[in-house]
């Protein structure tokens, strides 16, 4: 993967993140959340391509796609190098 394509990838992750995280940690009544549950949550029912879809760029929507073609185990990798810590609040 280019490295374009990666930083598009990890931006799209991060707002995904911001977008969900107050009903995430709503949802779980608890403070933090843990890294396992964040990159599940960013990944899961095509949450990065909705909440990434509002830039509606055609390189973001290109990345998503080649990312998506990843291996499940590899798509996780990825979101480890945007969710460096153990837990998120």
């Known amino acids: 993967m280019k490295t374009e394509t990666l930083n598009l990838i990890q931006a799209a ?3 995904t993140w911001e977008a969900i995280a107050p ?3 709503s949802a779980i009544e608890a403070d933090t959340v843990d890294r396992e549950i964040v990159i599940e949550a ?3 029912a095509g949450r990065i391509e909705r ?3 509002a830039f509606l760029e055609p390189e973001l ?3 998503l796609v080649e990312f998506r ?3 499940y185990c590899d798509q996780i990798a990825i979101m480890e190098t945007v969710f460096t810590f153990s837990s998120y609040g």
């Open 61 to 63: 929507t290109a990345a």
């Open 51 to 53: 909440f990434s879809a």
């Open 23 to 25: 009903d995430i940690i």
């Open 69 to 71: 073609s990843l291996a």
């Open 13 to 15: 992750a991060q707002t």
């Open 42 to 44: 960013v990944l899961d």
